[in-house]
């Protein structure tokens, strides 16, 4: 596993310390590379200023050592005493993961000892772990159990600016527990301009600024807008591979999917340049890659060949890799939306801000000058993209958060200390939602059933249909659904080369019911292999994504355990399973209406059966789905069959008979126009 060694030529050069060892070297190579980091010079400053502050607002450019240093001086300079922890949060899963495991190894120790990283289901740490990195959404939940984080010294939320949902709710609750625990360091790290907004929302706590490095940046712009991103991304890339020197390069997608086809085309395309030009490497990054494949972005580029990372959101601030001289901005991100008017929850790819297309271009200008490629107008930058991205608490629905804040003893949700208060209506729905999934009562104090729901790390609608599947005696099936859920897009594969092979695999899964019971035979198929890759092979199943499934079931099955749910199975009769989804989902129903196109039974907004699911051509009358995708059009994606029937049983005060009629256009159209109108 050779270490970037960045700027740091002389090292490389063998002959000269032919006695060292392999690891004696690597361990030189680190210490250089930490000496090389912008904040090296500022180790000491930025100690006595911890030392003399509570609070400390950290604003430092991407790539100047925050997350992999911070932690480790705190250690060195004893906040780790007497077992106390070091936390540090951040929004992403494979920012923790990547980010623990370097620090572990600048630290010679093994991942999982004194360094650790905790993220939804999965925990990398120990009794021994001082230093542990941990998603925003993890410390959420650590609250439940440690309300004042008694265990840590110093807590760093790192990466504010990013406001995902989960870090703006730290931001309330960590202010809340400084006032009371005085010898708790507070750390709030930022890359960008936020900090005075940080500083005034912490009593003014003082700001230190790490001046960073950065080499100019040339910005290009298309001439016209580009009909299709990602062929424009390849064409890009063998352009700049073709004529400029060499240079790593890296391009931001929004997602697996996109990644992968702009990989195969490269893959094409390079195959027929042949020897004509250099190595062309090409290395993905996204938040479910396996962790081996992460570790190869930061090695290091050998001489001759150019490294391209095909990369989402996340080597916008949350990684850095070194090396880069190029990069290639298509101006999108993939965003979670909610409409609190419809209620309906919808991951899109929209447009980014200019604050992150400035993000963006910045990582072309750390080692050297750099260029910049933007697939879009130099019009629509200016006059298109919003300055700054909306905070994700003002756009998503907040059920989750409003149940931990509530588990947490925290009643009045409307006057918590927000930095930015999400809309109001947001709230009252996320109230509402609980209270018809019985979580709260008619006073909105949590009720026996939201404490155990808050106990399981998934969303209201999830922890329900899992407590559910206990009085419909189905857990053993339940819990293997959700996990599979938990992965649920990439399960199946479907190579460019053999697309009818794979569709015909997928449809001898199909069972009847729909979507969730074909995951399911799926999951218990492959079980009765023994979890075999072979299997997986042969049937176009990705055998890393049912490890995962495999995995993440193990973990609710624990949690499960902890608040007493039995597991059992009920295999006979699949309409107990159907009914214990439908406890948890019953606000994703629809209702078959004209030319095959759904409504949504409460708001009557028009959706489709995604053209993946197994009920594409059966069109039953009333389903449950998972949820909803905008491509094309709305797409319900995961879709079951149920009897509306079921909704009076599950969910008797949300709905009321009368909208459940079963009636359909063709035979009465008068009770559906009448019903309509009620709903609308
Ligand atoms: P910041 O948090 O200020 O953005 P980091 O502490 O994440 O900065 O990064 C500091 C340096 O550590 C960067 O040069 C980065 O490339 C390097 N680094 C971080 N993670 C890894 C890793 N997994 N492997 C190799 N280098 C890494
Ligand atoms: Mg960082």
């Given at each position: 596993n050779p270490i970037n060694i960045s700027g740091?030529?002389?090292?490389?050069?063998?002959d000269k310390k032919p006695q060292l060892t392999e690891k004696q070297k690597r361990k030189m190579n680190i210490e250089e590379t930490k000496k090389s980091l912008p904040i090296y010079k500022y180790r000491d400053e930025l100690l006595r200023a911890i030392e003399d502050h509570q609070v400390l607002i950290i604003e430092g450019e991407?790539?100047?050592?925050k997350t992999t240093q911070i932690p480790q001086y705190l250690h060195e300079a004893g906040y780790t005493k007497d077992k106390k922890k070091i936390g540090c949060t951040q929004p992403r899963r494979v920012a923790a993961m990547s980010v623990a495991a370097r620090v572990a190894e600048e630290m010679s120790i093994k991942l999982g000892n004194e360094v650790g990283y905790s993220i939804r289901f999965e925990d990398c740490t120990s009794e021994r772990t001082i230093i542990k990195y941990m998603t925003d959404g993890t410390l959420h939940r650590e609250f439940l159990s440690e309300p004042d984080l008694e265990s840590y010294s110093v807590m760093i939320i790192d990466?504010?600016?990013?406001?995902t949902l989960h870090t703006d709710i730290l931001f309330g609750l960590v202010k809340d527990i400084a006032r009371f625990r005085k010898d708790l360091k507070l750390l709030i790290s930022s890359a960008t301009l936020d900090a005075a907004k940080f500083s005034e929302f912490f009593d003014d706590a003082p700001i230190f600024r790490i001046p960073g490095r950065r080499f100019p940046v040339n910005i290009y712009y298309s001439q016209a807008p580009e009909a299709d991103y990602v062929s424009a991304c390849v064409q890009t890339i063998l352009q700049i591979h073709v004529t400029q020197p060499l240079g790593d390069c890296l391009v931001f997608l929004t997602g697996q999917e996109e990644i992968e086809t702009c990989h195969e085309l490269l893959q094409e395309r390079t195959k027929k340049l042949g020897s004509l030009v250099k190595e062309l490497i090409v290395l993905p990054v996204y938040a479910n890659l396996p962790t081996d494949m992460q570790a190869k972005i930061f090695e290091r580029t050998p001489p001759n060949a150019r490294k391209v990372v095909l990369a989402t959101?996340?080597?916008?601030?949350s990684l850095t890799i070194d090396n880069i001289i190029y990069v290639i901005d298509p101006g999108f991100c993939k965003q979670n939306s909610y409409n609190p008017r419809t209620s309906m929850e919808t991951l899109t790819i929209v447009p980014i801000s200019k604050a992150s297309a400035n993000q963006r271009a910045g990582r072309a200008g750390r080692v050297a000058a750099g260029k910049c490629f933007r697939l879009y107008t130099a019009w629509v930058y200016k006059n298109e993209l919003e300055d700054n991205p909306v905070p994700e608490i003002q756009r998503v629905n907040l059920g989750n958060v409003v149940l931990i804040l509530k588990a947490l003893g925290i009643n009045n949700i409307i006057n918590f200390d927000f930095l930015d208060p999400p809309p109001h209506e947001s709230l009252v729905i996320a109230l509402e939602q609980l209270y018809a999934l019985g979580a709260l009562n008619h006073h909105g104090d949590l009720t026996k059933l939201g404490r155990r729901m808050a106990?399981?790390?998934?969303?209201p609608m999830m922890s329900k249909m899992l407590l559910a599947s206990e009085k419909y005696k189905c857990s053993e099936e339940i819990v293997s659904i959700s996990a599979m859920l938990n992965v649920n897009s990439s399960i199946f594969y479907r190579p460019k080369d053999k697309q009818i092979h794979a569709d015909t695999a997928r449809k001898n899964f199909h069972v009847p019911g729909g979507d969730h019971l074909m995951l399911l035979n799926v999951y218990n198929q492959w079980a009765e292999t023994d979890f075999s890759i072979q299997w997986c092979y042969e049937n176009f199943i990705q055998y890393r994504s049912m490890k995962r499934a495999r995995d993440v079931r193990d973990q609710l099955v624990n949690l499960l355990g902890r608040v007493e749910v039995d597991l059992v199975s009920n295999i006979s009769d699949n309409v107990n399973i159907r009914k214990a989804i439908t406890a948890g989902f019953f606000y994703h129903v629809a209702k078959l209406s004209k030319g095959g196109s759904y409504k949504t039974?409460?708001?009557n907004q028009t959706v489709e059966i995604h053209p993946s699911s197994s009920l594409r051509e059966a069109l039953p009358r009333w389903v449950i789905y998972h949820e909803l995708v905008f491509t094309t059009k709305e797409y319900m994606r995961q879709t079951t069959e149920i009897e509306s029937k079921w909704l009076l049983e599950v969910a008797p005060h949300y709905y009321k008979s009368k909208e459940l009629e079963d009636s359909t256009n063709t035979k009465m159209p008068k009770t559906v126009g009448k019903a309509n109108s009620e709903l609308g």
């Open positions: 740091t030529p002389g090292i490389e050069d063998e991407t790539g100047s050592g990466e504010a600016h990013e406001r959101n996340i080597a916008e601030t106990e399981l790390p998934v969303d039974v409460k708001h």
